[in-house]
């Protein structure tokens, strides 16, 4: 499959087109960064990771508008403190010239981060993104305590990295997601990577409350080399409401289309595949501007 064959599979299952969740759009400063420890981390993680779409902004975005992508995050994500509050002003730019794309920020277990992420939801901050292996913090930090709070009152959705993939963190795993949760059961999260590769332990939060969701971000790929453990599928399945398109565009070593592609793949049928790259991503964020 070919980028350029998404349209046409979007028209086949009646689709609008396809709604990505985890899309990244950074400051500049900010992806040279990503960029850089993509091209360094090889021995790391393992692999070589050539970034496939190193491209400018304009060209990301036009490519994405030419795939059928019809609405995206733009996700930004604090590595230490300090850093969320310009990391915002930035998406929020992005997000006012680019209406198809959801207004997205960050934030950091730090002094004053209640105050900023209540202020960005009350200006009407779409979702926010969090990464506990980037940052270096565990889900549960007191700091993060109210903000776990005011997400699961406005129920403003939060896409969480917490899984160990692709290299482990200090505080990466299930445990202090799992935690939180017991105080706050009705705080949206979308499980970036579907927590791969403790995909199994985030199943389990997915079928236990029901505001967790997944996302479907380089999961099922070739890329890593093992397939992806057949005893889950049928769990993947039942869970077809719960589970949302992402990719990590651009930040990929492969083609977008083969993220599509491995989905496809599953045979999990047409229905799934229309909930899976539209439907529960247009419901959990509702009517949008850039539709």
């Known amino acids: 499959m070919l980028d350029e064959d998404l349209p046409a599979l979007a028209e086949r299952l009646g689709i ?166 017991t105080r706050h059961p009705d705080l949206p999260v979308v499980v970036a990577h579907m927590g791969m590769p403790e995909i199994p332990e985030f199943l389990d939060l997915a079928e236990r409350y029901e505001q967790v969701r997944l996302d479907t971000t380089m999961v099922f790929v070739d890329f890593f080399g093992e397939p992806f453990d057949p005893v889950l599928l049928p769990r993947v399945e039942a869970l077809r409401d719960k589970i949302l398109f992402g990719t990590d565009f651009p930040n990929i070593p492969y083609a977008y289309a083969h993220q599509v592609e491995s989905l496809v793949r599953l045979e999990l049928g047409d229905e799934w595949l229309r909930r899976v790259l539209w439907h529960n991503a247009a419901e959990l964020f509702g009517e949008h501007r850039g539709t």
């Open 16 to 181: 609008p087109g396809l709604f990505d969740v985890h899309v990244h759009f950074m400051h500049p400063r900010v992806l040279a960064k990503v960029w850089a420890y993509f091209d360094s981390a090889g021995p790391l993680l393992g692999r070589p990771w050539p970034i496939t779409y190193r491209w400018s902004d304009d060209e990301r975005v036009a490519h994405l508008r030419a795939m059928g992508v019809r609405r995206y995050s733009a996700l930004s994500y604090a590595h230490k403190p300090g850093v969320a509050g310009f990391m915002n002003e930035w998406s929020n730019e992005f997000a006012a010239a680019h209406p198809e794309s959801l207004w997205s920020a960050t934030f950091y277990p730090e002094p004053g981060v209640d105050a900023y992420v209540d202020a960005a939801i009350s200006d009407g901050v779409e979702v926010f993104k969090a990464h506990v292996q980037v940052g270096d913090f565990p889900a549960n930090h007191p700091l993060l305590e109210p903000v776990w709070a005011s997400l699961a009152a406005s129920g403003t959705p939060i896409v969480l990295h917490a899984g160990s993939g692709p290299a482990p963190g200090t505080y990466t795993g299930v445990e202090g997601v799992a935690d939180v949760l």
